[in-house]
């Protein structure tokens, strides 16, 4: 019994000694909460001083002003949480509806704010070529732009969810060329740091070119041409079927939902190749990327002839 005692009291003491994580004061805070303890909770939960663990802070310290009465405070702490995060969702089921409904105001309230703060960050992010934090903040803010809390003032900001719209594909597409460009160039220094040394031809001898090498292709094939080459007239459209979109889980089809694909399409028309750049909808791509290769195009034009020609296409899903 005695060395029971001394073995629980030796558990104890190391707890205690165990330095308290964010997780572990917020988890505290929480029981605090649930015991009804609002002023002790919010004494934790002021204390705490984690990024990762913000949000629900803040949640939390609204929960428990509300509950002592003080709606300023609770409003505050909701400011602070929608600023920090516009798309954190609130579950209806988990909190109390007065908290739902003061979320949702201070939200409409400040949503027109975030989506304009949001546009001149992605907006400088796409200047200085930060095509990867400026294609996720663009998409961040196409959400947002469809958002229900938006309501009537979706309206006003219709061109710069337009602008948005067009910076986004754009950064979607420098961000392919940025990688594309990248393992090129690790392919190259790595073919060259594996080559044999190479020996001069006699001077006046030409080098010599591949069998059957015919002008505008490499010895892999065809040339692929895109907008960069101005010589090169486009493919038209011919025939471009989407597919429908019914979801399993109807609260899909309130969303409006963006993907993005890379297609080849060969010198007959026919798309020859499709590759997913930006998912859509897990259930949706497959569907999306068999459509695609039933395309039917005018195939691109170089001196009358016809040619290969690579192209992104947006998909955009909007709700019903």
Request: proline residues 8%.
């Amino acid at each position: 019994m005695v060395f029971a005692t001394l073995g629980f009291a030796l558990w104890a003491f190391v707890a205690q000694a165990r330095p308290s994580t964010p997780a572990d004061e917020l988890a505290a805070a929480k029981a605090l909460y649930a015991q009804g303890i609002y002023e002790d909770a919010l004494a934790k939960l002021l204390a705490i001083r984690s990024e990762s663990t913000a949000d629900e802070v803040d949640e939390y310290r609204a929960l428990c002003q509300l509950a002592l009465g003080r709606n300023a405070e609770a409003q505050r702490a909701l400011e602070s949480l929608i600023t920090r995060t516009p798309l954190f969702k609130m579950s209806d089921s988990d909190v109390p509806p007065r908290l739902v409904t003061l979320f949702h105001d201070v939200r409409r309230r400040l949503l027109p704010v975030a989506i304009r703060a949001l546009y001149t960050k992605a907006k400088a992010n796409y200047d200085q070529k930060n095509f990867a934090q400026a294609t996720l903040q663009f998409k961040d803010l196409l959400a947002l732009s469809s958002d229900e809390d938006l309501g009537d003032e979706a309206a006003t900001l219709s061109d710069l969810k337009m602008l948005a719209e067009g910076f986004w594909s754009l950064s979607i597409v420098e961000q392919e060329k940025a990688v594309a460009a990248a393992a090129a160039k690790a392919a190259a220094a790595a073919a060259a740091a594996a080559a044999p040394p190479k020996s001069e031809p006699p001077p006046g001898d030409p080098a010599p070119k591949p069998p059957g090498a015919a002008p505008g292709s490499d010895s892999t094939g065809p040339r692929i041409y895109t907008d960069a080459d101005k010589d090169v007239t486009p493919p038209v459209e011919v025939s471009k079927a989407l597919p429908e979109w019914n979801p399993a889980n109807h609260q899909w089809r309130k969303f409006e939902l963006r993907g993005m694909i890379r297609i080849v399409v060969d010198e007959a028309g026919k798309v020859e190749s499709v590759v997913l750049v930006q998912s859509v909808h897990e259930s949706y791509d497959p569907m999306l990327l068999a459509a695609a290769r039933q395309w039917q195009f005018k195939p691109a034009r170089r001196n009358g002839q016809g040619v290969k020609y690579q192209k992104y296409i947006a998909v955009i899903l909007a709700p019903r």
